[in-house]
């Protein structure tokens, strides 16, 4: 088992630049989640996916912000245009869809700066 | 608007003792609740859970306690050891259970 697999592990742009932060979810898991965790907020919720659909993007800060994901094995989440207030750890997790018995699995996360 | 509230965000614990980490939820339709570790440059890890029909559950040195009507959980680290320390997230869920409120972090962090 891999795990959840996210790329970059660093991302250092300047604002106004368009970032795309990449994951991989465990292999038959068919519920993804894009996390952001700052130090004010901890973890919150952007948008997560169940069967590659949108189900809940009420998380997403602001239409600089979306997320797709076009197959069971890959997302994407893109910031465009990115600004210094996007800097933040983004976690990527993936669980299959059986409710509560089903603990989120994360990635490693994307550690972003924009300067 | 924190649904999920942790209140401290950093515990220092003598290793042996007991760790005890706190977290409020405002949410009554919350009927599940997790913890998760999370160790410096990885992502957070699932430790235990608990169900709203119970108010206690335990795994080997964690245990979690729950307090429906104060709307209050815990988890209870009996012996605590260096290997601990880490940030300790809590979550809570309703209902269908795939969206997860997270609290911001309670650092704990184990002297030997």
């Known amino acids: 088992d891999a795990g959840v697999i996210q790329s970059p592990r660093h991302e250092v742009t300047e604002m106004g630049q368009e970032v795309t932060l990449r994951c991989k979810p465990i292999s038959g898991h068919n519920s993804l989640f894009w996390y952001r965790q700052t130090m004010m907020r901890g973890l919150e919720l952007l948008i997560y996916?169940?069967?590659?659909?949108?189900?809940?993007d009420s998380g997403m800060p602001e239409d600089r912000f979306s997320a797709k994901m076009p197959n069971a094995s890959f997302s994407t989440l893109k910031i465009q245009p990115s600004e210094p207030r996007d800097s933040a750890v983004y976690f990527c997790a993936s669980s299959l869809d059986r409710g509560n018995n089903s603990p989120l699995h994360f990635g490693n996360g994307t550690r972003l700066t924009v300067t | 608007d924190q649904q999920v509230k942790q209140n401290s965000p950093s515990l220092s614990v003598q290793e042996g003792r007991i760790s005890i980490l706190n977290c409020d939820y405002t949410n009554s339709m919350f009927d599940y609740f997790l913890w998760y570790k999370k160790y410096p440059a990885e992502g957070p890890t699932f430790l235990i859970s608990i169900s709203s029909i119970k108010d206690k559950n335990e795994d080997g040195r964690f245990t979690v306690f729950l307090n429906k009507s104060a709307k209050h959980l815990s988890l209870h680290i009996v012996p605590s050891q260096p290997g601990d320390s880490a940030v300790y997230f809590c979550?809570?869920?309703?209902?269908?259970?795939?969206?997860?409120?997270f609290g911001a972090g309670t650092i704990l962090r184990v002297k030997s």
């Open positions: 979550a809570a869920s309703a209902l269908d259970g795939n969206k997860l409120v």
């Open positions: 996916f169940n069967n590659n659909v949108p189900i809940d």
